[in-house]
């Protein structure tokens, strides 16, 4: 087969290449970040943390106890919260206001641990992921909460509309469903890396960058990034990070270009899985949707601005090897 097409084998065994490191890459990240998770939740700190944030729920106009909720998405994953929301809805009646607050909440604050680490692989530093991502948090769930408590919107209870399944204690059934996930990610990972080659060798990728450039070039980012940038906003920071770390350590995209995608990602990321899952809870789509890219737009269009404004525009990034 490889002496009929002589091309054919280089280019598998490239994409192959691609796909190892981008994989064991996350690995190597994704591991030890889950495992710190795993272990801080045993030791209480997810408890501690749900106390801690009761005052900002009471804030915001929701019951104290969501904090919990928060908390919980903060740590591990959205799944993970709506498994405690259930559990602590049970009697309780919330209005759709409310359930979209706390939907803007988890949905630009969650993973932190996991995804932070990623982003930190790319060379954001951990405090910029965890400021903008918790700070743009707040400010969406305290602007919409005065938007809906001045105007009287969305005052109509909640349906839920989902119920999760128990899953199964322990570290044993923690593990398998670890190592689930870690196979489903080497799958899309695997499908995004050859369809991005399938993408560039039909030309596809230029007229993708070209449809995309009106929104890269309000962002002030590079059309090298824009197909990264489309992944992450429909897939997920995970992945859109994957395929980014290899292109910042190949040159391809600037430094500058990294940190705007990978704040962008971190506040409008996974629309379509992501959404879906919060409207279960009976949050208002046009907010947790419209009012999360809206806002995200504006924010990394203001940074990009700033650093273009500034006249020596210094590297923001150190070098993520390091």
Not at 298 to 319: E, F, Q, V, Y
Request: hydrophobic residues 55%; charged residues 10%; positive net charge.
């Amino acid at each position: 087969m490889f002496s009929r097409f002589p091309h054919l084998q280089p280019t598998l065994a490239g994409i192959a290449q691609d796909i190892g490191r981008a994989y064991w890459t996350l690995i190597k990240i994704m591991l030890p970040a889950t495992i710190a998770v795993k272990l801080l939740d045993s030791l209480g700190f997810t408890q501690w943390l749900g106390v801690a944030l009761g005052p900002v729920m009471e804030l915001l106009g929701l019951p104290s106890e969501l904090g919990l909720v928060w908390a919980v998405t903060m740590l591990t994953n959205i799944y993970t919260g709506m498994a405690a929301f259930y559990t602590l809805s049970v009697g309780q009646e919330y209005t759709v206001a409310q359930i979209s607050i706390l939907g803007l909440l988890m949905l630009v604050a969650h993973s932190l641990v996991i995804e932070g680490a990623v982003a930190k692989a790319t060379g954001v530093r951990w405090r910029l992921t965890l400021a903008v991502r918790i700070g743009s948090g707040l400010i969406l769930a305290v602007l919409f909460s005065q938007i809906f408590s001045h105007f009287g919107l969305l005052q109509q209870p909640a349906q839920l509309m989902w119920q999760p399944q128990v899953s199964e204690p322990g570290w044993l059934g923690w593990g398998l469903a670890q190592l689930k996930l870690l196979a489903w990610i080497f799958v899309i990972l695997s499908s995004l890396v050859v369809m991005m080659r399938i993408l560039r060798w039909l030309g596809v990728e230029r007229v993708l960058q070209q449809l995309l450039s009106p929104l890269m070039r309000c962002l002030t980012i590079g059309k090298e990034a824009s197909n990264i940038t489309i992944i992450g906003m429909l897939l997920g920071l995970s992945y859109g990070a994957g395929l980014l770390i290899n292109e910042v350590r190949s040159g391809h995209i600037s430094k500058r270009d990294t940190l705007l995608v990978v704040c962008f990602l971190g506040l409008c990321h996974s629309l379509i899985e992501d959404t879906l899952l919060i409207l279960l809870l009976g949050a208002d789509l046009s907010t947790i949707l419209w009012g999360r890219v809206i806002f995200a737009i504006a924010l990394i269009t203001a940074m990009g601005r700033i650093w273009l404004k500034s006249r020596h525009c210094p590297d923001p990034l150190p070098n993520p090897d390091s």
